[in-house]
T-cell receptor
Framework: AQSVTQLDSQVPVFEEAPVELRCNYS??????LFWYVQYPNQGLQLLLK??????LVKGINGFEAEFNKSQTSFHLRKPSVHISDTAEYFC?????????????FGKGTLLTVNP | EAQVTQNPRYLITVTGKKLTVTCSQN?????MSWYRQDPGLGLRQIYY???????DKGDVPEGYKVSRKEKRNFPLILESPSPNQTSLYFC??????????????FGPGTRLTVL
């Protein structure tokens, strides 16, 4: 069964600092990987996704993530954060070859950007 | 505008009083899903539907029912709500091309309180 671990429940950073949000997954087969963001009092929206091909994936708002199969990781990075990046970030995994589109989410990382 | 709508957005009810949360999407998506979000637990899938009349259990289906009689609608039914079903509920939809999970589009959420 697939599972996702987000190693940090909260990450406080100062504005313009770099940030990395960590995500590790577990699966016995190949996977698809996603990062979603939830701004306060809103639904989730997709930041980026890895389906195949290049392991470095670029998303919206200057975020990127790198798929590392040997370390079963998909960490999210941004070189310089803004106050507006304050939100909760969710990593999610879906297994290849499944008869459904089951998406398993991590517990989330709350990114707080301080001035 | 492409969107997923949920109603109601907020609901306070009492134990045992049947309720339905509606979900509708206008993107002609085959796949729809319900999640609940609880602090510290992330999103957990309740039920999902691959297409009309095709539904299956997610990770936490107990106490919930769903139906998919039309492609655009996927209501969530709580036959006899209990306080442990107090949560924030999200509906999501996506297209499902050739077995590859696509971006999930989330509704704005329904905050349910069961007294």
């Amino acid at each position: 069964a697939q599972s996702v671990t987000q190693l940090d429940s909260q990450v406080p950073v100062f504005e313009e600092a770099p940030v990395e949000l960590r995500c590790n997954y577990s699966s016995s087969v190949s996977v698809y990987l996603f990062w979603y963001v939830q701004y306060p009092n809103q639904g989730l929206q997709l930041l980026l996704k890895y389906l195949s091909g290049s392991t470095l994936v670029k998303g919206i708002n200057g975020f990127e993530a790198e798929f590392n199969k040997s370390q079963t990781s998909f960490h999210l990075r941004k070189p310089s954060v803004h106050i507006s990046d304050t939100a909760e970030y969710f990593c999610a995994v879906s297994e290849h070859g499944g008869s459904n589109y089951k998406l398993t989410f991590g517990k989330g990382t709350l990114l707080t950007v301080n001035p | 505008e492409a969107q997923v709508t949920q109603n109601p957005r907020y609901l306070i009810t009492v134990t045992g009083k049947k309720l339905t949360v509606t979900c509708s999407q206008n993107m002609n998506h085959e796949y729809m899903s319900w999640y609940r979000q609880d602090p510290g637990l992330g999103l957990r899938q309740i039920y999902y539907s691959m297409n009309v009349e095709v539904t299956d259990k997610g990770d936490v289906p107990e106490g919930y029912k769903v139906s998919r009689k039309e492609k655009r609608n996927f209501p969530l039914i709580l036959e006899s709500p209990s306080p442990n079903q107090t949560s924030l509920y999200f509906c999501a939809s996506s297209s499902g091309l050739a077995g590859v999970p696509d971006t999930q589009y989330f509704g704005p959420g329904t905050r349910l309180t069961v007294l």
